[in-house]
Every structure is written in C-alpha cells, then in structure tokens.
C-alpha cells in the first residue's frame, strides 16, 4: 500500500512537471538563476536573461513559449557549439527532460546531450548555444559545459 502510494505521488509530481508551462534557468555562475527568453533586439536569439522578462515553455518533444508561441530549434552551424533560434515552427522535435534537465533524447538526431554554450551580450544577456562537443568562439566571454533545468520538479 505505502509503496503504490509512493508510485502514485511519484507519477503525480512527474505529470504535474510535464503538464504546465515552466521556466527554464541555468543553475551555474556566471548565469545562475538567469531564464530562457528571446533576446529583445533580436527576438528569434535566444538568451539567458532576468528573471522579470523571463518566458514559460511548454516542453514535449518540442520547445514552446507560452508567451511568443514560438518554438526553440537547433541550427546546422558546422561548429560544435549550434545556433539556437526562436522560430514559428518546430524544426527541432528531439527535446525532453531528465528530471528536472533538459536534454536531446537519445532518439533524436544529436543522441543524449545537456551541454549548452553561453556566450555573454550586454548586461546580463548571454546568448545561448546547443553545445555538442567543446570548442567556442574566439573574442567572445563565454561558459561552457552549462546545463538547463526547470526551477524544480513542482
Ligand atoms: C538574429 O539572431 C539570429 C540567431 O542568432 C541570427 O541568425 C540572425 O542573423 C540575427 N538577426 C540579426 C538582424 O542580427
Ligand atoms: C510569460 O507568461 C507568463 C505566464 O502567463 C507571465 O507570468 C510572464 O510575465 C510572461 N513573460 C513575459 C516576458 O511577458
């Protein structure tokens, strides 16, 4: 009984995780508790940035933001490190989470990855990339090896 109960809250907290729109933040300096949200002089770029203007997503298989309805897609960039854009449709279906991590599934075309590269912009706007081994770009203050989260499993 106490163990189906477990099952039972376990599979609540995952749905519940699943089901609403969330914010997504980095949790690692120097962009911890910066959120997911297009870049206001270029809005199809995608950024960490305040808290205030940050956006919500609806996350399965794709990316959506609740406020734009815009979906977040991977670029073809032949660096390791790839673009990241806002656009109108979903070209990039391969996203999930792992907890509260998000992630390409391993069925996707990218396999399993959580790295993303931030690169800094003004203030505290960091551009952000899907990073799929470890070069970044030269001139540039960037983190690498970050990873994105849902601000809990609520
Ligand atoms: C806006 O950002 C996207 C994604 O980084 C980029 O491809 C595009 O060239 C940018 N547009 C302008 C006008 O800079
Ligand atoms: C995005 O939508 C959420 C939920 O409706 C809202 O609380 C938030 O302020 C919106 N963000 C922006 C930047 O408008």
Redesign the pocket.
Known sequence: MHHLLVALFAAAVQGAALAKPEQIRSDQDPVFHLYLQAYPK?T??VVLGPAATSEYFNIAGSIQSTNTSSYLNIGSDSTSYK?L?FDKTATTTGWGLEGDTIITTQTSSYGRQLNFLACQLDGQYW?VYFQTGSSTPSGKTCSNYQSLHLPCLC
């Open positions: 270029n199809s770029m673009t854009t551009q």
